[in-house]
């Protein structure tokens, strides 16, 4: 194997490192991803209206998540994953509407020098996660929020160079509320 595939994908991560850094100039984007991942990230609990309970945990094969409101059993869900390395959870706002969503994120498969994150948004109409895609893909690399801008930062490769991804999830789901707004009464 040449020296120069051995140091291709050190270059590619070092052209996204100089990606995020341009763009961390401006001190707007914020990490989705833990600093220092431990056993207490595979679970999770949040509220994302008043009287909506989430309770969720994540293994390599499955994100599994149960939903409560008043006066109603709770139901519990599964979305599949396959993944070889531990995955983790973030609770964080990914639409800026006010409510918190999940996103589950796990390293790469390769050389691990990447994050990929799968993120779902709370629909109060459906009382459910729902999952998003990325602008540019599938899954988010290397997830960033962009705050500021209301925006989801996330790294693509395009026929082996990295470059930067922008997606909008303003305004996908609920309008922006201000404290906790409850949830719609019934499930469409």
């Not at 599949?80 to 996103?103: A, C, K, M, T, W």
């Not at 990447?114 to 997830?143: M, W, Y």
């Amino acid at each position: 194997m040449s020296l120069q595939r051995l140091l291709k994908p050190a270059r590619q991560r070092l052209a996204h490192l100089a990606i995020v850094a341009t763009l961390c100039a401006g001190n707007t984007l914020s990490m989705a991803s833990a600093a220092a991942p431990d056993a207490e990230d595979t679970k999770a609990h949040f509220v994302p209206c008043s009287g909506a309970d989430i309770t969720a945990t994540v293994s390599r094969q499955a994100l599994s998540y149960s939903i409560t409101l008043p006066g109603q059993a709770s139901v519990d869900r599964s979305v599949p994953l396959d993944v070889e390395r531990q995955p983790h959870l973030i609770v964080e706002d990914y639409n800026f509407d006010g409510r918190p969503d999940l996103s589950v994120w796990y390293l790469d498969e390769g050389m691990s020098t990447s994050t990929i994150h799968r993120v779902f948004l709370f629909d109060p109409d459906s009382h459910d996660l729902k999952e998003v895609a990325a602008q540019c893909g599938e899954e988010f690399l290397n997830l960033k929020l962009d705050k500021l801008n209301r925006l989801l930062i996330s790294t693509v490769y395009k026929q082996g160079k990295p470059s930067i991804c922008k997606t909008s999830l303003a305004g996908k789901q609920a309008q922006p509320t201000k404290g906790m707004a409850a949830c719609k009464t019934s499930p469409n």
